[in-house]
């Protein structure tokens, strides 16, 4: 996946907003909070981070070309870092990213989505 395919795709998601921090990555939020990140450090392979589920995380933790993320994983925090393509499509990371997104806007305060207008989450 390219940095702007990933730009894109997480563009369409509904209440989604972009920032560019961390040293030049790009991070996509809902609600101020958090669903994707990635990094691209010239290397052929675009590192993507997203939330999985619990089940997800256990599952795919373990795949070829993909790992905990790095930074958050070293602080208890339970997300998943794509580093290549090994064992996940980019048709297949854009589902995950799409669930990462409903993960995190189904955890914002009831307050907050309906600010979004986002109630059915």
Known sequence: ???DRFNRFCATLPHATHVVQW???DV??????LFAIVWDAGTPAVRVTFKPTATGY???SG????????????RGIKWIQRHSDASMSDEDLELYLKQSYDLVLAGLPKKTRMALGATTA
């Open 63 to 74: 795949q070829p070309g993909l790992r905990p993320a790095p930074y958050l994983a070293s």
């Open 28 to 33: 996509w939020k809902v609600g101020g909070k």
């Open 58 to 60: 256990e599952i795919l």
């Open 1 to 3: 996946m390219t940095t």
């Open 23 to 25: 040293g030049g990555a």
